[in-house]
């Protein structure tokens, strides 16, 4: 029994069936095509994550999004954050809420401040939040894992 779906498409005015086979798309299944197939995906014993946060004058509660991440993480050292921080004057700033928590939970420093990338914006010139996540995408290196999450999000233990 062959896998396959038709679809109806048209093209150029005229309707016709397409074969939406296995063996006639991306991956080519047929032995013949073996030596064309992608390798099989790589993972890692160790690996870093990248988790991109995109936040819009929400300091406080981006702050402890930063703060739960790190907190709950069982290995908070592979974290790393990319985040694009779209404030005015007066907003409070996300990283400095976090540090503001990490400090009352009795760490002595900003624990894993260096695994924060900030793209710091002005949030009058924002463009909304499709382009602040592309923005964060730039933020990204080569973590072997990606995440986007809203500024107001939180982490389980």
């Known amino acids: 029994m062959s896998i396959s779906q038709r679809l109806y498409v048209e093209s150029d005015g005229a309707f016709s069936w397409v074969d939406l086979t296995p063996a006639s798309q991306n991956i080519p299944l047929s032995e013949g095509d073996k030596p064309l197939r992608p390798p099989p995906p790589r993972v890692p014993d160790v690996f870093d994550i990248f988790i991109g946060i995109a936040s819009y004058r929400d300091g406080p509660r981006c702050g402890f999004t930063l703060f739960t991440i790190f907190t709950r993480a069982k290995h908070p050292h592979r974290i790393k954050i990319g ?3 779209q404030t005015q004057d007066d907003d409070a700033i996300c990283v400095d809420e976090y540090c503001k928590l ?3 939970a009795g760490w002595t420093e900003c624990k894993y401040k ?3 990338r900030v793209d710091a914006r002005d949030s009058k010139t924002s463009k909304g939040p499709t382009v602040a996540r592309w923005q964060q995408q730039q933020l990204i290196r ?3 894992f990606c995440l986007e999450i809203d500024a107001h999000s939180q982490f389980l233990p």
Do not use: H, P, S
């Open 83 to 85: 985040l694009v921080d």
């Open 102 to 104: 990490v400090e009352e």
């Open 114 to 116: 260096d695994q924060i």
């Open 142 to 144: 080569d973590e072997e």
